[in-house]
């Protein structure tokens, strides 16, 4: 008697981080998973990589492919339930030098997920699958500093409020607006003094854990049944301040 088929999803940045957490979560509730990440990342992939399967044999599989530049098709094209669009690039940037970083932001929030969508999109169909993207709650109020991010992040969450109307009724596509689980490194805008002042305006008075990340991620892709083109807010209640 053959063994029945294990649902199977991909997360994009997922060496470190929320993508990592996001890959454990879906690891943990028995799905199989790949990792993508690139070329500069793939220590940490190795290592999620081998931990995972040391737990259940052939249950992750590695893909390391630059989303920013064309690829060709996955070797997972064909037997894929939903995609977690979490690659992301977080680099200070403005006016004077977008030229250096627009196309860059727009390869790996956009471009390179689009792609591989499509690539994806008749196994998606076939699964009746689903795609969750990961935006951010800044979208209506940019941070000073960061044009490109902004601009690329938003151009992907349009992208996924468009898509949630083509790819249905076979695919449902949501997007997760994370809050702070995690101040970047070396960022003038989080350092100390900004990092007090958020804090102070989250509710919940303390920064986000990326299994919680993970879980409003998990909900999305394998339980949510019945919503598409949805936000779902997962900051602490920070938003009620930016949008106030």
Known sequence: MDNPRVNQYV????????????????????????IHCRTSSQ????????SLNAQRAHSARLWVEDLCNPFPPPFFCTDID?????ASDFSPTDLDNYE?????DLGSHLYGHLRLIRQCR????KRQGAIVAIGDIHFHR?????????IAKNALMAAMQALAVELAPQVRVNTVLPGHFDW????????????????????????????????AVRF????????????????????LHIEG
């Open 100 to 104: 250096d970083h627009l196309e860059r």
């Open 11 to 34: 997360v994009t940045g997922a060496a470190r981080r929320g993508g990592a957490a996001i890959v454990r979560s879906l690891h943990d509730a028995g799905y199989r998973v790949i």
């Open 122 to 125: 008749d196994s998606l169909v």
């Open 220 to 239: 999305l892709l394998c339980e949510a049944t019945f919503t598409t083109g949805s936000f779902l807010t997962v900051d602490g209640g920070l938003s």
């Open 184 to 215: 970047p490194h070396k960022s003038q805008a989080f350092a100390e003094e900004n990092q007090k002042r958020i804090l102070h305006a989250v509710p919940l008075k303390r920064l986000g854990q990326f299994d919680e990340l993970a879980r």
């Open 142 to 150: 940019p941070a000073s500093g960061y044009l490109t991010y902004h």
């Open 82 to 86: 939903g995609i977690v669009a979490n």
């Open 43 to 50: 220590v940490d992939a190795d290592i999620l990589y081998h």
